[in-house]
């Protein structure tokens, strides 16, 4: 497997720091609007249920289920051929918000919709940490 820092990585922006410092620090954030209560992914400036901008970083377990997933049998970019097969999924998180990633830990045969899921962070030597996840 090819080492996480020679992949693409996320380039933060002040909008989804919170975000990726949270994974640094091995915890899930997620933002939420004050005034209507949405729980809000992927990171942004207005909330988009109500355009608000009362939005704060909230600490999550981070566990949820399969909502849809595949099997990448060809490679997503050259970087990423040494992970192939690789599990790619829709996880939904319990507060609703939904997440495209990576399933680890497991067999093709542990994945189904609606498997429980739980975190795991890839911690790169880069400082950039990727939120995965394997079934619980």
Not at 34 to 56: F, I, K
Not at 81 to 88: I, M, N
Not at 103 to 119: H, N, Q, S, T, Y
């Amino acid at each position: 497997m090819a080492a996480p820092e020679s992949k693409p990585r996320p380039a933060p922006i002040p909008t989804t720091k919170p975000f990726w410092d949270g994974l640094n620090e091995d915890k899930v954030r997620l933002q939420h609007c004050g005034d209507c209560g949405t729980w809000v992914y992927y990171p942004r400036r207005r909330c988009p249920s109500c355009l608000s901008a009362a939005l704060d970083w909230r600490e999550v377990s981070g566990r949820g289920h399969i909502y849809s997933w595949t099997v990448g049998r060809q490679a997503t970019h050259p970087a990423f051929a040494d992970d192939v097969p690789q599990f790619l999924a829709v996880v939904e998180l319990e507060e609703g918000v939904r997440m495209t990633t990576t399933i680890v830990d497991a067999e093709e045969g542990d994945l189904e919709v609606g498997r429980a899921v739980e975190p795991v962070f890839e911690h790169g030597t880069d400082g950039m940490t990727l939120l995965q996840f394997r079934p619980s």
